[in-house]
């Protein structure tokens, strides 16, 4: 099945919007502008202790996605990632790097990036890890969906044709119910809620404001679905296969994970409340 998956990016596609018809039109209109005109886009990438994987990827990524700049967001690896970045951005161009005070959250370093990519006028954003558990080759499927009527493309493992590869029962368990979980809580038709490989139009997540969420971690990844979702957005899956790192150490943690889960049953409950007393 992986193979399979992996050789077949963008067949199987699921839809999850919650559009008035004023969105839907604005969408397709702005899909047919994104066919007609060259689109500015950029990979951010945050960092933190990644030496041993960026200089790699960052070269995958420009083969991949030759027209894309690239904007590394670093939290002072201590490891020498973001000088890594430099000499590759020296080397390849059209790489920024991003140097932060020190590790602050996934979240954090994301709001800092997007906020960047808006105002450097980019129209598309793709968000991925750069440890290779997401294949830069998927990109060009995403933008395709972007530039047909999407606002959001998510790389989707639990998907028809995603699949993740390299984990142990424990963790694919964990992360499929988990998704499960926050779908049903919160009522999101996503299948895959905690993926951070995603392509966004650049006004579709302008107009959530990154900058007003609190979230760090896997649940940063959640709310701003959630809030996407709730804004009208169209938001496509498209099947990824997801490889565990080779190289480096994972961020991942079971506190992590604990957070994750406290704050999605938090929006549920309030979201419940909200309704009831509307």
Not at 18 to 36: P, Q, T, V, Y
Request: net charge positive.
């Amino acid at each position: 099945m992986e193979k399979d998956a992996a050789a077949r990016p963008c067949e199987p596609v699921r839809l999850a919007a919650r559009s008035n018809g004023a969105h839907w039109r604005r969408s397709l209109a702005d899909g047919r502008r994104l066919r007609s005109l060259p689109v500015r886009t950029v990979v951010v990438l945050p960092t933190y202790n990644e030496a041993e994987n960026i200089v790699r990827f960052l070269h995958a990524v420009r083969e991949a996605a030759p027209d894309a700049d690239v904007l590394v967001v670093d939290d002072n690896s201590p490891d020498g990632t973001a000088a890594l970045a430099e000499e590759t951005a020296s080397e390849l161009g059209r790489i920024k790097v991003l140097h932060r005070g020190g590790k602050q959250g996934l979240g954090a370093a994301y709001r800092h990036g997007f906020t960047t990519a808006f105002d450097e006028g980019y129209e598309a954003i793709v968000s991925m890890d750069s440890d290779f558990s997401h294949d830069p080759a998927v990109i060009p499927t995403m933008l395709d969906l972007l530039s047909h009527g999407a606002d959001v493309v998510i790389g989707s493992r639990y998907v028809p044709g995603g699949a993740t590869v390299d984990w142990p029962l424990r963790r694919r368990v964990l992360s499929k119910w988990g998704n499960r979980y926050t779908g049903f809580v919160l009522r999101l038709p996503v299948s895959d809620c905690t993926s951070g490989f995603r392509a966004y139009r650049a006004d579709a997540l302008r107009a959530i404001d990154p900058a007003s969420t609190t979230a760090e971690g896997y649940a940063f990844l959640t709310e701003l679905v959630r809030k996407l979702i709730a804004d009208g957005a169209k938001v496509v899956e498209t099947p990824i296969v997801f490889r565990d790192r080779q190289f480096g150490t994972s961020k991942m943690s079971g506190r992590i994970i604990v957070e994750s889960m406290l704050l999605v049953t938090k929006w549920g409950v309030f979201d419940r409340i909200g309704r009831s007393g509307a």
